[in-house]
């Protein structure tokens, strides 16, 4: 008795035309373009471009200040204290300028503003750089207080909001650029609790 051997599936090929893989690689070719002019974009002229920094005590903003003024940028870095504000004056050049800044208060943003446009004179602001930012408590969500979430918006949502409200015509007049820095913690881990306060600050404009 003979024994049948079991059919194989059918294979459904898709074939291409020719028009559709010339329509495929001019699309992939125009991308790499994009990309490497996009990438290859080199700014100059250091010396003539302000740029403000906020949450420069220690960290990622600190760090950020340090670097742009090595690479010749003027750079007015905003601090909460004024150990802070003294101990970056001490690491980096005569250039650097620091002020005081709260961002949950409006008084203490309008302040520095008026800073930074005695600085910047007609050249308007280059860039402006909302790094300052709370990251804590951190715990399961039944652990928290209302408080505890209005505390990090105050400074991670409405003070960036109002920090860059307030520098905007600053901004225009240099064509410049904001750059809102958010933390990793916006996408949390299952122990952490599936809201944290951290979750609805910055991280909500991304």
């Known amino acids: 008795m003979r024994r049948r051997l079991p059919l194989k599936p059918a294979v459904n090929m898709v074939i291409l035309s020719h028009p559709t893989l010339s329509f ?13 002019i996009r990438d290859s974009h080199k700014v100059d002229g250091f010396r003539d471009k ?23 940028f003027q750079v007015i870095a905003a601090c909460l ?8 004056r001490a690491a980096a050049s005569t250039r650097l300028k620091t002020v005081l800044l709260n961002v949950t208060d409006s008084e203490s943003i309008r302040k520095a503003v008026e800073f930074v446009r005695r600085e910047v004179k007609e050249r308007g602001l ?14 399961p969500t039944d652990w928290m207080e209302l408080e505890d979430f209005t505390k990090v918006l105050d400074v991670n949502l409405i003070g960036l909001i109002d920090v860059t409200l307030q520098f905007i015509p600053l901004l225009k007049k240099a064509r410049g ?30």
């Not at 949450?55 to 010749?72: E, H, I, M, P, V």
């Open 24 to 36: 495929i690689f001019l699309l992939t070719a125009v991308a790499a373009i994009r990309r490497y």
């Open 50 to 72: 302000h740029v403000f920094i906020t949450g420069c005590d220690s960290g990622f903003g600190n760090l950020l200040a340090r670097q742009l003024d090595g690479k010749g």
């Open 81 to 88: 204290t004024e150990k802070g504000a003294a101990d970056l």
């Open 126 to 139: 280059w860039g402006l750089v909302n790094n300052a930012g709370r990251a804590t408590p951190i715990g």
């Open 177 to 206: 650029r904001v750059v809102n820095v958010g933390q990793y913690t916006r996408e949390t881990e299952p122990r952490w609790g599936r809201i944290l306060p951290i979750q609805v600050g910055s991280g909500g404009l991304f």
